[in-house]
Structures are given as structure tokens and as C-alpha cells.
């Protein structure tokens, strides 16, 4: 493999203190490493949502499938995020979206987003997922007044793009409602909910091994050579042959598997902070009671939200560099300004600390589809930091896509649209400092 950050972000360091690993019991030889030779009419690279999600729709259709992770399902992004299953997928602006794709597009890409929470909803129902779903939609909370007069016209917007009310809050009704901070507003979008990831993974396995499929975790693929009757893929005990391929790995891609994702995606760490279980007299103390969850303004945005057994969860972008220095600053980072937000938990223990890769296309949007001059070969990836809806409805559009099929689930014009390389190649992580001061000094 050829990834371009350090050794450290792909190790045990970044998950070690991951909260969600505790709640999930270990399920061992549930997935086994390949060995020897295995074949299917389609193999696919990564077991997070998108992977997972793509099996169990090609399991269902009666396809033969085969999953392979470089460590076990959910160990990437899937099994370390936030929990926000909600509206986004892309960064571009709807300005941006119909302008680049015209404005029926537009309202495609809408629907897709609503419609990929209506999807991840149904998938926990339709497979007796229980993953401590709480939250009537999300609210955005404003940092400053700036911010605040421009979360004001976005209610306009979530109704012209979403054909939602939104509802807006000020502090002090910010405040009556359990939510009470240093915001100047808020904004309530009903459309969302939070859940535990790694326990919507682990339901995602037991429903694709159900199916019929196949998951081998301690299984990374080091080649992939293409012949006339599909694929063969290498690992270190395995050759698997499939007429097929999916590649569903994200952030934690590799450049050279297949070369074409060289360059066209950016992974860019995420932190968080989990607590212990708060007291009452300390959710009061905070004012903040309210289980909804919650995002700030900031380009750099924090994210945080209030769990069904009273641990706070915080997060926020993370740092440029991996390395356990590294980690051990940007959790003292984010433990800063988990105080500064909130100044009554400055001596609530924060035992749980994390980090992640979410992941970016240079156009800010989304790809899903074919891979170029790779016949009968597909992938999905850059989610923007919204990967638990979209990288499941990713995952759906895939298993259709694979199968030379109309996709069941609508299929956006703004996520057909080709992924451009970043420039600088393998070093576009020196595009990252650039951008965070940037967007920073767009935060003040």
C-alpha cells in the first residue's frame, strides 16, 4: 500500500482510546482472515458503511460477494465518527451545485441527501439494528453574531432545497430548550438523528453474514491485476478472483489501490472526546440537557452531542500530523476547547479520545461509479464528513451499479461527476495548513 500520511494514522495509536470499541462485544472468527483461494462474482475492498452496505444489497440480490479489511470491519472511519447520520455528503455550495450541474440536479442531490437518512433509518429497522438512536434532526448553532444573521437566511434555504421547516432558535430560547452555551443562535433541521456507529457496523455484519456474504478482516489487499474474466486480488494468505470490484475504502485509501485513486481523494483527521457519565447537577450546571445534536458554525466546525447514557460526546477537525506527539496535542486541543464551550465540565474527565480520517474530493462533492479504464470496476468515496448516511446510500447505488442495473434508490447527477487528482500528488497533504488557516481566519 502507498497512503500519504504517516505509518501512525493507520495503526492502533488514533483508535486506542475509542469509546465505541467498548460497547460493542468482540464477536471473534465472525470474520476471519482470507486464506487460500476464494471466488465471487464481486469482491470488495473495505468493511465500513460503504462496503457493507454495497454486500448486503448485492447478498440480498442473491449475488456471491466477498468483503476484505485491512483490519475489521468498522475499524476506519465507520467505527470511530461522531454518530451524526444527517443531511451534507458534499461541501460545494448550492450556488455552486446549480451552477456546475443546473438546478434539477440540484434538487437531485437534495432528496439523495434526504433520502440516504431514510435509508440508514430503514436499514436499522429492516435488520433489528439497536444502535442508541436518539435526536430529532440536527441543530446548527451559531458562533457569533456574523454567523448568526447568516444562519438566519439558511432557513429560507432548507426550505427551498429540502421542503423542510426549519426552526430557529435564539439564546435564549437556545437556553429553554436545554442547549445553552455561547451561541448568538440556532437552527433546528428536522431531518437526522444520531446513533453508535460501530454498533450500526456490527449490525451491518451480522445482516451481510446472514445474507450469505462473506467478510474476512486481517485481509489487505497489497495487488489487484485485471484479466480477461474479472479480478484478482492478493493478499498475504489469500487470492480471491471476482468478475467484479468494488472499491470502498475513503479515507483510508491507498494510491496504487488501483493507481486511478492516486490523488483524488484527501483524508483529514477528526478528533474526538467522549466524558464519563454526567450527574444531573452537572448537566444543569452546563444548562445543557437536550439530547439533540449539535454543530457550530465554524468552517473548522465542532460537533457535539449529549448520548442516551449521559456521556457528552465532542469533536472537532483535528491536527495536520500523525504521530503519538501529535495525537497527544491535538487531544489536549480539543480538550481546550471542549472547556472553553463548555467552562462548567472543566473538571469532568474526559477518558476517551480518539482520532479519524474523513475524506475529500477537490470538486466537494462526492464520487460514485465506474472507475475509468477499469471495466467492471466501481468505487464511492469523499463524504465530506457525512459518511454514515451517504456512505451507506453510496454503498446501495454500488451494489446496483455493479450488477450493470437501474439503481433502486435515485442516483444524483452530483455524484456522478468525475474526481479530479488535487495537485501536488502525494503531497497534497501540504495543501491542508493552507486551507485550515484560512478557513480559521474565516471563523473569527
Not at 475492498?45 to 460503504?50: E, L, P, S, V, Y
Not at 461522531?82 to 443546473?102: N, P, Q, V
Not at 440516504?116 to 429492516?126: I, K, P, T
Not at 497534497?428 to 484560512?438: F, N, V
Amino acid at each position: 500500500m502507498t497512503r500519504i500520511f504517516p505509518a501512525y494514522a493507520y495503526g492502533d495509536g488514533p483508535v486506542a482510546g475509542c469509546y465505541w470499541a467498548t460497547t460493542v462485544p468482540d464477536e471473534p472468527g465472525a470474520t476471519p482472515a482470507a486464506t487460500g483461494k476464494i471466488t465471487a462474482d464481486v469482491v470488495i475492498i473495505g468493511a465500513g458503511f460503504t462496503g457493507l452496505s454495497a454486500a448486503l444489497h448485492l447478498a440480498q440480490d442473491g449475488v456471491d460477494v466477498v468483503v476484505l479489511d485491512s483490519m475489521y470491519p468498522g475499524w476506519g472511519a465507520s467505527g470511530r465518527n461522531g454518530g451524526f447520520c444527517c443531511l451534507g455528503g458534499a461541501k460545494a455550495s448550492s450556488a455552486e451545485l446549480a451552477h456546475r450541474f443546473g438546478q434539477d440536479a440540484l434538487s437531485g442531490w437534495r432528496q439523495a441527501e434526504q433520502d440516504a437518512v431514510a435509508l440508514v433509518a430503514r436499514l436499522l429497522q429492516e435488520n433489528d439494528i439497536a444502535a442508541d438512536t436518539h435526536s430529532q434532526g440536527e441543530t446548527i448553532l451559531a458562533h457569533n453574531d456574523r454567523a448568526a444573521r447568516e444562519l438566519r437566511k439558511d432557513a429560507d434555504r432548507v426550505k427551498a432545497d429540502y421542503a423542510v421547516d426549519a426552526k430557529w432558535h435564539s439564546p435564549d430560547a437556545l437556553r429553554d430548550i436545554g442547549m445553552a452555551g455561547p451561541f448568538t443562535a440556532g437552527l433546528t433541521i428536522p431531518v437526522g438523528f444520531a446513533l453508535n456507529p460501530r454498533k450500526y457496523v456490527a449490525g451491518l455484519v451480522r445482516a451481510v453474514l446472514a445474507a450469505g456474504a462473506r467478510v474476512h478482516g486481517h485481509s489487505a489487499v497489497t495487488q489487484i491485476a485485471r484479466n480477461n474474466n474479472g479480478f484478482t486480488l492478493t493478499t498475504d494468505q489469500a487470492t480471491v478472483h471476482a468478475s467484479r470490484l468494488i472499491v470502498a475504502t475513503n479515507g483510508y485509501s491507498s494510491e496504487d489501490l488501483p493507481p486511478w485513486m492516486a490523488g483524488r481523494y484527501l483524508p483529514a483527521q477528526s478528533n474526538v472526546l467522549v466524558t464519563r457519565p454526567l450527574t444531573q447537577a452537572e448537566l444543569d450546571a452546563a444548562g445543557w440537557t437536550s439530547r439533540q445534536m449539535a454543530y457550530d458554525t465554524r468552517n473548522l466546525l465542532h460537533y457535539f452531542r449529549l448520548m442516551p447514557d449521559n456521556r457528552f460526546l465532542f469533536g472537532m477537525r483535528g491536527g495536520l500530523l500523525a504521530s503519538a506527539k501529535a495525537e497527544a496535542n491535538i487531544t489536549a486541543r480539543a480538550r481546550h476547547h471542549f472547556e472553553q464551550m463548555f467552562p462548567a465540565w472543566r473538571n469532568v474527565e474526559t477518558p476517551h479520545g480518539w482520532s479519524g480520517m474523513v475524506c475529500f474530493s477537490s470538486n466537494r462533492t462526492p464520487y460514485c461509479g465506474p472507475i475509468p479504464d477499469m471495466p467492471g470496476a466501481f468505487a464511492g468515496f469523499a463524504f465530506h464528513g457525512n459518511g454514515v448516511a451517504m456512505g451507506s446510500y453510496a454503498g446501495a447505488l454500488l451494489a446496483d451499479l455493479v450488477q450493470d442495473r437501474p439503481t433502486r434508490l435515485p442516483y444524483p447527477k452530483v455524484m456522478r461527476a468525475a474526481a479530479p487528482r488535487f495537485p501536488l500528488g502525494r503531497f497534497r497533504r501540504a495543501l491542508l495548513p493552507a486551507g485550515y488557516a484560512l478557513a480559521g481566519l474565516r471563523d473569527i
